[in-house]
């Protein structure tokens, strides 16, 4: 139970982003009503989650 507690907790991370990425990202965020913060995670977690809906790329073996 104590592992399950640990799995929740979320963790930090230094995030250097260029001027106009940041402007970018907190323009959509409040377009959203999010906060930078919380556009980030949800980009993440969609792009985490396209990939692992993604066919495996299959390898050409010449």
């Known amino acids: 139970m104590k592992e399950e507690k640990n799995n929740n907790i979320k963790k930090q991370i ?10 970018d990202i907190m323009a959509w965020a409040e377009d959203d009503f999010r906060s930078l913060n919380g556009q980030i995670e949800y ?19 010449d």
Do not use: F, G, N
């Open 14 to 23: 230094p995030l250097r982003l260029s001027p106009k990425l940041y402007a």
């Open 43 to 61: 980009l993440l977690t969609e792009c985490v989650k396209r990939r692992k809906s993604e066919s495996p790329i299959k390898k050409d073996t």
